[in-house]
């Protein structure tokens, strides 16, 4: 072989490796949108304006979390990037500041994306295009369909689960119970309908009325009259925040004294039951399942002393007392869990692979013996609650931890 054709030999070979390393970078940037050297892009939507404002602080103070992170060197040496738009829980605004952050910012997953309305509009468009979809603000038990959508997964407890320990809990108080139900009209309200279905089977007709609202309602008071005029016994408000302040001001107005639960997520003493005044909510009972700030018995908790740290140091703007809070809080420890498990590896398939792989997670801001577990069949990450009745100035929490996948 001449030198000439070696040389071509050898060059040739080069170009090929040089291709093939080439093709092999461009893979692995495909395999990891949104990360490079020194980066992670997390996207988020949420409702800065709108109706469902208030609920905006959850992706700040998850922000304000991101920032907490990078001071103490981000995640495998990349800081993350946390982009999260208003789309002012308009399913329409959500389709399009979805799709913005999936083909323009090129974001490596999306988490915590506020409501269901919203997160039902874009979905399918997620899953289509296999975007890990996690630890969503959302109460729906659709969430937890693993086999339809297997790259999405809630965090809060079923709603449908919600219902059903209120329902087990009136029964047992006040067997033959005549109920009310209130519900948004969505996904959301129709798991409370379910829930009270599930433990009432065939006496559901007999022994509810149910009155439905629309989320772009004004009030609910003509709903809460319609209630009242059954004469039940227990009143159920699946509702969302501001619904709630205003059926639990209406129903004092009536003078009823129905035994009310009101779901946990819209029964903040904070934003909810304090601006509605306290004395109009005697008796109100929620479910629980992260510890409160406002609550004597956590004083001298480590993990709450933690939290109240964070808040004065990255969220002063923030009411540490906020449920809404303490919830953000959480959810992006458990955030942060994931991704240290990740070793590294953040293409799609592996961030999902351990959003799949979360065991018996603890986080010091969940009440004590409530745990986080998830695996390729389970999208229910919290299926443990607590009931408690607001009483005085504050709530006081009742029995045990109720496991809501046992019911």
């Not at 399918?124 to 339809?148: A, E, F, M, R, S």
């Not at 919600?162 to 009136?170: D, G, H, L, S, V």
């Not at 408000?237 to 302040?245: E, I, L, N, R, Y």
Request: charged share 20%; proline share 5%; glycine share 8%.
């Amino acid at each position: 072989m001449t030198s000439f054709n070696r040389r071509s030999l050898l060059a040739g070979m080069a170009a090929a490796s040089a291709m093939a390393l080439a093709g092999t970078r461009t893979s692995r940037a495909q395999d990891t949108p949104g990360v490079t050297a020194t980066e992670i892009k997390i996207g988020s939507t949420t409702s800065l304006s709108g109706p469902a404002s208030g609920m905006g602080t959850i992706a700040k103070c998850s922000d304000a979390y991101f920032r907490m992170m990078n001071d103490q060197g981000g995640i495998a040496g990349r800081k993350i990037n946390f982009i999260y738009y208003d789309d002012a829980f308009n399913p329409a605004k959500t389709v399009e500041q979805t799709r913005r952050l999936i083909e323009s910012d090129n974001v490596a997953f999306l988490f915590s994306m506020l409501g269901t309305a919203p997160n039902s509009a874009v979905v399918k468009y997620i899953n289509l295009n296999k975007v890990p979809h996690l630890l969503l603000t959302v109460n729906g038990d659709k969430w937890g369909d693993y086999q339809t959508y297997p790259w999405t997964m809630g965090f809060p407890p079923s709603s449908r689960s919600e219902a059903q320990i209120f329902a087990k809990y009136a029964l047992s108080q006040k067997p033959g119970a005549k109920f009310a139900l209130l519900y948004q009209n969505d996904d959301l309200g129709k798991d409370f309908v379910n829930g009270l279905r599930d433990v009432l089977g065939d006496r559901y007709e007999t022994l509810v009325k149910a009155v439905s609202y629309e989320f772009t309602d004004p009030t609910i008071d003509s709903q809460i009259v319609t209630l009242r005029a059954s004469n039940a016994d227990v009143l159920i408000s699946g509702v969302t925040a501001k619904f709630a302040a205003q059926a639990i001001r209406k129903v004092y107005e009536l003078d009823w004294k129905p035994m009310h639960f009101v779901t946990s997520g819209a029964a903040s003493a904070s934003s909810t039951i304090i601006p509605v005044g306290p004395e109009r909510a005697q008796g109100l009972i929620t479910s629980v399942y992260l510890k409160d700030p406002s609550d004597p018995a956590w004083t001298d908790d480590a993990g709450m002393k933690n939290y109240l740290k964070f808040m004065a140091k990255y969220f002063s703007d923030g009411n540490p007392k906020e449920f809404l809070n303490v919830y953000a809080y959480t959810v992006t420890s458990v955030l942060r869990r994931l991704l240290e498990q990740c070793n590294g590896n953040f293409a799609r398939e592996s961030i999902m692979r351990e959003a799949n792989n979360l065991r018996n997670v603890e986080v010091p801001t969940l009440l004590p013996g409530v745990r986080v577990n998830t695996s390729p069949t389970n999208h229910r990450p919290l299926q443990q609650m607590q009931l408690q009745r607001w009483e005085g100035q504050g709530y006081i929490r009742f029995g045990n931890i109720i496991e809501g996948a046992s019911l």
